[in-house]
């Protein structure tokens, strides 16, 4: 959703994650380029890819990595916004932020203007939400998807499938 946002408001996109599944999905909801974050040279591909470093960096990883790296990807007087929450700490290159002026600034929600936004996007059809439907009966095999990182955006399960319980694939299996 993030890269069809941004492509909305006329960014260039520059697109990273750790697989290629994701990166195919980056690329097919617009990004301009997408690359492998695992890659040891994610930050110079950044950087020349965006001629000299992104004005703005937005974090949805929980990788602590991935906070580390957006500072070393951003021009200088650029922004990284910081949205992801991952456990532990983030080593902060000090001498990085102070020298390039970078600002570093951290959201878990958005203001009615930007919800009026993200609206009018959805209802120009400018973005689309990646959403997969399954039944309720599924949920294990979709949590272990969740846990592989093997979801693409967004399940929702489907409360109006019947549910079938384990008596009742028992009862048809020995049928």
């Known amino acids: 959703m993030a890269v069809q946002y941004a492509k909305a408001m006329g960014f260039k996109v520059v697109a990273l994650d750790v697989t290629p599944d994701k990166l195919a999905l980056a690329r097919a909801t ?72 970078i600002t570093l600034r ?24 990646e959403i997969t439907k399954a039944p309720l009966s599924d949920i294990n095999a979709i949590l272990t998807r969740l846990k592989a990182g093997k979801i693409d955006g967004r399940m929702v399960l489907d409360l109006t499938a019947p549910i079938e319980t384990s008596a009742k694939k028992t009862e048809a299996a020995y049928a």
């Open 30 to 101: 617009g990004a301009d380029v997408a690359i492998d974050a695992r890659s040891p040279n994610a930050v110079a591909d950044v950087l020349k890819a965006t001629r000299g470093g992104a004005h703005g960096i937005l974090v949805t990883a929980i990788s602590p990595p991935a906070f580390t790296q957006a500072v070393h990807m951003v021009r200088r007087k650029g922004t990284v916004a910081l949205v992801g929450l991952p456990a532990g700490e983030f080593p902060t290159p000090i001498f990085d932020v102070v020298l390039k002026r």
């Open 106 to 129: 951290g959201s878990i929600v958005g203001t009615r203007r930007d919800l009026d936004e993200a609206i009018a996007f959805a209802a120009e059809g400018k973005v689309r939400a």
